[in-house]
């Protein structure tokens, strides 16, 4: 099956830092979507980007499907961005179950 | 308004018993999912429903059953419950289960077994 690798597996930033999460998946894929899972435990829909680049203030992502990779990028990091971010990818036809990644677990310091 | 909600968020319970949590979407979606988080935080696929119709089981133990009245519910039961059946369930839906559309989660039902 589909295998989703997501890198680093944890991150420390001082807040107002940049960073960028990668996910790299093993085959083609009709679904891409980026969670933030908060200190409750909450899965926050960030962004459904199967391609392309999107963005939402100070989150984006960019996709690259023939590359089978996907990047989401964190500017000026706050505490509130604490927590662990997933990507999960879908295969047409698979019942639309998402496969995901292990996860970026991210501590933002003051 | 709540997109997917589920009942309880938190459920303990000893070892032997049945327990069961509902999810409900407001939605207007056509597939509904359970996915399981270990304690290692590893998001896993275990049902899918679509329309009612059950589409996707992945291996898991015959002590949980799915049942779903109508598209916009899904609740799960779980019989003789185990040590290892400790983890936090979650509940989601999406517009079709053809893949290619986003998913949404409820918050999570952390179960603990004793």
């Known amino acids: 099956g589909i295998q989703v690798e997501q890198s680093p597996p944890d991150l420390i930033l001082q807040e107002g830092a940049n960073s960028t999460l990668r996910c790299n998946f093993s085959?083609?894929?009709?679904?891409l979507q980026w969670f933030h899972q908060n200190p409750w435990g909450q899965l926050i829909n960030l962004f459904y980007i199967p391609s392309g680049t999107k963005q939402n203030g100070r989150l984006s992502a960019t996709t690259v499907a023939t590359e089978r990779y996907s990047l989401l990028y964190i500017s000026s990091s706050q505490t509130t961005d604490s927590g662990v971010y997933f990507c999960a990818v879908g295969i047409y036809n698979q019942g639309g179950k998402l496969i995901f990644g292990q996860g970026t677990e991210l501590s933002v310091k003051p | 308004d709540t997109a997917v909600s589920q009942t309880p968020k938190y459920l303990v319970t000893q070892m032997g018993n049945d327990k069961s949590i509902k999810c409900e979407q407001n939605l207007g979606h056509d597939t509904m999912y359970w996915y399981k988080q270990d304690s290692k935080k590893f998001l896993k696929i275990m049902f899918s429903?679509?329309?009612?119709?059950?589409?996707i089981n992945e291996t898991v133990p015959n002590r949980f059953s799915p049942k779903s009245p109508d598209k916009a519910h899904l609740n799960l039961h779980i019989n003789s419950l185990e040590l290892g059946d400790s983890a936090v369930y979650f509940c989601?839906?999406?517009?079709?289960?053809?893949?290619?559309?986003?998913?949404?989660f409820g918050q999570g039902t952390r179960l603990t077994v004793v």
């Open positions: 429903y679509n329309n009612k119709e059950l589409i």
């Open positions: 989601a839906s999406s517009p079709s289960g053809g893949g290619g559309t986003e998913a949404f």
């Open positions: 085959d083609s894929v009709n679904n």
